[in-house]
């Protein structure tokens, strides 16, 4: 065994272990935790340098989250929050908090990179290649996440840009921002956090939107000290708050998966703070979306808006025609000279590279197998071909409304389960069984058609690039939950243990 301290697993890496996982943010953490629980030998690697996955990488000045601190949590580890949406420094701290806790750390290999993973039907094991050598796992868990892989746009002349540049969520502290003339490509969730604080320091910023989003009021307050206190000390209060907050998100599914104009008066809301961020009126008519909300992620902010309106800032919604060494051109031929280019275009959601390093039973990887009918996963979770092979943050598994921890840990208590029925059944491997993929997926996205992602009139990171949703959970959490309560067998093909090479299908 290597040697270990706070900063992880340092020494070699081992041969073999039970349970090899790829990604340490908020699923892999806590993978690692619960697996760590049951007495499994588990190990996790992550390119980075800490925990923390997307709260680790996007450092961008205003980064903070917009699903409500107490959901936005593991429900076994509450955290001290300040306010009631955290920014990312206190997620920050808080994951590294709870991996320090809970005295797993020492099973995190950071630095590293899962070049390879191939299942190994004889030895029924994966056969992993890291950039740090070779080791062997009988289960293989990818926590990579859908939003870490991050998106340049495809625009001519940007190899060029003289300036300095930089993604949203490869933030360039060392850049100096103070009077320069800074442009911003985007206007996701990312952009409209960016801008207002760019605003603020920037001596002229361009925003371009090719899309104007649905931004809606944030309602966020810090905690008075004795609420605070209380959250911290008072025992089960804030789970109180968290089912709160949690059965009030999921009154909305309806509005987006089965009757999208219920969501009409969120579009008044979200039109009363143009009013209220902006003057100019043609401002407001460039601001104001022409899809229904919900169909792009809905966003909140009531800073965005008044940044917009400043004098310091313009937004641009000709399209962008080429990137020189000095500026941006729009179609209309005019050149914006900028000394900073920041792009926050969104990240590889449906074309993950992790996907071309994982390759299952048939020789196939991940990228192969989905090519032709998109990302698919029985549950979200486990795919035909690759046995013993489990997604935290699969494909469907996404949300538009609530908080993906809520998904991980259901997730989490499935795989947990799963090794559980192997253990106890002695199963070599265990893998979906395609006929109840399909089915599972046939409904999933029979359903999808009725969405407002389907029928928002928007295009977004949730679809592939054939407009299909391989992203999103469409229905209420809860019913996500259920179906993931035990490991239900029957949907599988199992083996037997290895030396058994025959199997007991
Ligand atoms: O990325 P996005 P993001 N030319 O893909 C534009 C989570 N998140 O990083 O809408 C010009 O949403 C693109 O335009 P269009 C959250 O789930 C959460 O902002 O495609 N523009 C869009 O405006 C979120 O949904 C939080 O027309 C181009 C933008 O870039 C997800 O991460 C904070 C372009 C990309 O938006 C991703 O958000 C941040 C091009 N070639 C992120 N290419 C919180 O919790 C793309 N765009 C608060």
Same mark, same amino acid.
């Given at each position: 065994a290597g040697a270990t301290g706070p900063q992880g697993y340092a020494g070699p890496l081992p041969d073999h272990v039970d349970v090899l996982v790829i990604g340490a943010g908020f699923a892999g953490l806590a993978v690692a935790i619960k697996l760590t629980e049951d007495g499994r030998d588990v190990l996790v690697v992550d390119k980075g340098d800490s925990v923390g996955g997307t709260w680790r990488d996007n450092t961008y000045p205003g980064a903070a989250c917009d699903v409500p601190s107490q959901l936005y949590s593991y429900s076994f580890a509450p955290g001290d929050w300040s306010r009631s949406f955290s920014p990312q420094p206190e997620i920050k701290a808080y994951l590294d908090r709870v991996a320090a806790r809970s005295g797993v750390l020492d099973r995190f290999v950071f630095g590293t990179s899962v070049e390879h993973a191939q299942w190994e039907a004889d030895r029924g094991v994966w056969a992993v290649r890291t950039s740090r050598g070779d080791l062997t796992a009988d289960v293989l868990v990818s926590g990579a996440g859908g939003l870490s892989e991050p998106k340049l746009p495809d625009i001519a002349g940007i190899d060029d840009f003289g300036g300095e540049i930089f993604h949203s969520a490869r933030? @360039?502290? @060392?850049? @100096? %921002?103070?009077?320069k003339r800074v442009a911003v490509i985007g206007t996701g969730a990312s952009a409209i956090q960016i801008v207002p604080e760019l605003q603020k320091v920037a001596g002229h910023l361009d925003v371009y939107q090719r899309t104007a989003p649905w931004v809606l009021p944030r309602h966020d307050r810090t905690y008075p000290g004795l609420e605070r206190l209380a959250l911290r000390s008072v025992p089960g209060l804030q789970r109180l708050y968290r089912t709160a907050i949690y059965w009030g998100r999921e009154t909305y599914v309806p509005a987006f998966t %089965?009757?999208? @104009? %219920?969501a009409k008066p969120a579009e008044l809301l979200a039109r009363g703070n143009i009013a209220r961020g902006i003057s100019d009126p043609d401002l407001r008519t460039k601001v104001t979306p022409d899809f229904k909300i919900g169909c792009k992620r809905i966003l909140i902010s009531n800073a965005y808006y008044p940044a917009l309106d400043a004098d310091n800032t313009e937004l641009v919604t000709d399209r962008i025609e080429r990137i020189t060494p000095t500026g941006i051109v729009t179609a209309d031929g005019t050149e914006r000279e900028i000394d900073v280019l920041v792009v926050a275009t969104g990240f590889h959601t449906t074309d993950q590279p992790i996907a071309h390093h994982v390759v299952g039973r048939e020789g196939r990887s991940l990228a192969d197998v989905w090519r032709e009918h998109g990302q698919q996963a029985y549950r979200g979770t486990t795919v035909a071909g690759f046995p013993n092979f489990f997604q935290v943050v699969g494909p469907n598994t996404g949300l538009g409304h609530s908080s993906m921890v809520f998904i991980i840990e259901s997730q989490v208590a499935y795989l947990r389960d799963a090794l559980r029925v192997m253990a106890r059944n002695s199963y070599g491997s265990v893998e979906p069984r395609q006929d109840a993929q399909d089915d599972w997926n046939a409904r999933l996205h029979q359903r999808m058609r009725r969405t407002v992602w389907s029928t928002g009139g928007c295009a977004s990171w949730y679809l592939d690039e054939h407009g299909r949703n391989t992203t999103l959970w469409p229905r209420a959490t809860f019913t996500f939950r259920l179906g993931l309560s035990r490991f239900d067998t029957r949907a599988y093909r199992v083996t037997g243990p290895v030396p058994d090479p025959g199997g007991a299908e």
């Open positions: 933030w @360039d502290h @060392d850049t @100096d %921002l103070a009077g %089965l009757v999208p @104009d %219920l």
